[in-house]
């Protein structure tokens, strides 16, 4: 558990390496081990830790593929999915599922989306 919220540390996080550094400890002594091997197995632990590079984040990888033409914000295209539902929109219609830079996604039936309120960007180089 993360101490400091309360919740199980990611795998692979610092947090979860203090944790096994931690339980390594606390079981070493437990068991009579030397200090020297506790100490061996907990530096074993850390330069782990500190060779993982950090995820990337949203803002590293995300990369726009449509801009909206009157507010001008962009999204990434994120895949289609069908629709069941008893409102207006037919059964089993296909819907663009979208998302913003900020995270937020957003679903738009695939007629609508490709009404002229989105335009293609270019990506890598080519054009839209």
Known sequence: MNP????????????????????KA??????????????EQIAAIARSALATPPAPSIDDCWQPTHQHVKRGSTYRIEGYASLQTTSPCEETAVLVIYRAKDGKLWARPHDEFNDGRFIPLATNGSAA
């Open 4 to 23: 400091v919220v309360g919740t199980p540390a990611q795998p692979g996080s610092m947090i979860a390496a203090l944790q096994e550094i931690r339980d």
């Open 26 to 39: 606390d079981l070493g002594v437990s068991y009579g081990l030397s200090a020297d091997l506790i100490c």
